[in-house]
């Protein structure tokens, strides 16, 4: 069984920073594609950024490119998600999540692909 856990949201304001981390379990971490997705009330979940097994291959939607950058430590079981520039809309919980084999451009949005989940941590920026 894998699990996910995150750390590092909280409460910035507008144009502020933040760093998130997940943590994963598991021998098999460096096979698989991660990625972030984000949910703000009301909303359905949505997909932010993913990295490929390697790191060497980033995608991201187009509300975060240039702000937000996603990294891989595959020797340490993590991924990152390094936030800058934050929006109030940007406001929402935050998910790691492993997807079921790797991935790379459109194909990381398909939400139904990623088979584990983290617990979500809450990101809001403040106006």
């Known amino acids: 069984q894998v699990q996910l856990v995150e750390s590092g949201g909280g409460l910035v304001q507008a144009g502020g920073s933040l760093r998130l981390s997940c943590a994963a379990s598991?021998?098999?971490?460096?096979?698989?594609?991660m990625g972030w997705f984000r949910q703000a009330p009301g909303k359905e979940r949505e997909f932010v950024a993913a990295?490929?097994?390697?790191?060497?291959?980033?995608t991201y939607t187009d509300s975060v490119k240039g702000r937000f950058t996603i990294a891989r430590d595959n020797a340490k079981n993590t991924v990152s998600l390094q936030m800058n520039s934050l929006k109030p809309e940007d406001t929402a919980v935050y998910y790691c999540?492993?997807?079921?084999?790797?991935?790379?451009?459109?194909?990381?949005?398909?939400?139904?692909?990623?088979?584990?989940w983290g617990q979500g941590t809450q990101v809001t920026v403040s106006s």
């Open positions: 999540a492993r997807h079921g084999s790797d991935c790379s451009g459109i194909g990381c949005y398909v939400i139904i692909r990623y088979n584990y």
């Open positions: 598991g021998r098999t971490f460096s096979r698989y594609a």
């Open positions: 990295i490929s097994s390697s790191g060497g291959i980033t």
